[in-house]
């Protein structure tokens, strides 16, 4: 079992920069592969970035390859999400994910983070 818990969301200007975070806690959390999505109201939920239990391997939707950087600590247990040049599009609530198999199918979710890019 999993628990995910993100931070770091908030407001800014197009062009600008946040970071998230997402703390995970459990027994067996450094064995699984975690990523992001997002949500936009009346949009389906896409997959954003992802990256392998050793933290050498990561992939990224089109839309943000070459502005977002995802990646974890020496410990496993904590991923992040370096955003920049963000634009208005981006504006979603953003989910921290886990899975033991596959990230594109994950068991575990977060709550969710609102992140809101203005024109």
């Known amino acids: 079992q999993v628990q995910l ?5 908030g407001s800014v200007q197009a062009g600008g920069s946040l970071r998230l975070s997402c703390a995970a806690s459990g027994r067996t ?3 699984y592969t975690m990523g992001w999505f997002r949500q936009a109201p ?13 933290g050498g391997n990561t992939h990224y ?3 943000v390859k070459g ?6 600590d020496s410990a496993k247990n904590t991923v992040f999400l ?5 634009k208005p599009e981006d504006t979603a609530v953003y989910y921290c994910a886990a899975d033991a198999f596959t990230i594109r199918t994950p068991r575990y979710w977060g709550q969710g983070t609102q992140v809101t890019v203005s024109s």
Do not use: P
């Open 42 to 54: 009346g949009k389906e939920r896409d997959f954003v970035a992802g990256i392998s239990r050793s």
């Open 29 to 31: 959390s450094s064995t």
């Open 82 to 86: 370096q955003m920049s040049s963000l």
């Open 67 to 72: 502005r977002f950087t995802i990646s974890r």
């Open 5 to 9: 818990v993100e931070s770091g969301g």
């Open 61 to 63: 939707a089109d839309s």
